[in-house]
């Protein structure tokens, strides 16, 4: 079975720090990882994924995240926070082994708040 | 290129009514699904439809079905609001259900069932 964990519910950032939000997981094969990213009152959209390959993968907005098979982590970072990255940011992981499904787990939801 | 459209934006309901919720997306994608956003709760999925004919339950689909009209088309229904309905809804579809794929959006439906 595949799980993914957000263990905060809200993280405040001043303006102009680094931010991270936070995501572990649990699969039995190898793990499909993405980031979403939702604001007030508007669908999801996608930031970033890991597939395969570099353990640090940029994605759009200048957002990064760093996979981390040994903590099970996938943490997303930004080095210097905006106003405009206030916002619900989810986790998501796909399970690669066979007999996993194909349907995304998603956690909870980090509320990102970024103080100017 | 309209990606993922979802209507209606809004709905209020009466318990008891029944309503349909659309979702169409113009990317030629195969597989499409419905989740609902509650408060805490995440994204649950409902139903999800891996091609064209096909449609499978999710996690939480009690009280709804779907159905995939065409291959870009795909909607939810109530035939019985209840209160424990009132939540946000979003569609969502992908290229092929693959599971390195990323999934594409609308931009919600936001139901009250009073």
């Known amino acids: 079975a595949q799980s993914v964990a957000q263990p905060e519910d809200q993280v405040n950032v001043a303006e102009g720090n680094p931010l991270t939000v936070k995501c572990t997981y649990s699969?039995?094969?190898?793990?499909?990882l993405f980031w979403y990213v939702q604001y007030p009152n508007r669908g999801l959209q996608f930031l970033l994924k890991y597939i395969t390959g570099d353990n640090l993968v940029k994605g759009s907005y200048g957002f990064e995240a760093e996979f981390n098979k040994s903590q099970t982590s996938f943490h997303l970072k930004k080095p210097s926070a905006l106003v405009s990255d206030s916002a619900l940011y989810f986790c998501a992981v796909r399970d690669s082994a066979s007999g996993g499904s194909y349907i995304p787990t998603f956690g909870r939801g980090t509320s990102l708040i970024v103080h100017p | 290129n309209a990606g993922v459209t979802q209507t209606p934006k809004f709905q209020v309901l009466k318990t008891g009514q029944s309503m349909t919720l659309q979702c169409a997306q113009d990317m030629n994608h195969n597989s499409m699904y419905w989740y609902r956003q509650d408060p805490g709760m995440g994204l649950r999925l409902i139903y999800y439809s891996a091609s064209e004919g096909t449609t499978d339950k999710g996690e939480v689909p009690n009280g709804y079905n779907v159905s995939r009209l065409n291959k870009r088309e795909f909607s939810l229904r109530l035939e019985s609001a209840a209160p424990s309905q009132t939540s946000v809804y979003f569609c969502?579809?992908?290229?092929?259900?693959?599971?390195?794929?990323?999934?594409?959006f609308g931009p919600g439906t936001r139901l009250l069932v009073l």
């Open positions: 699969v039995s094969g190898n793990p499909y």
């Open positions: 969502a579809s992908s290229h092929s259900g693959g599971r390195e794929e990323t999934q594409y």
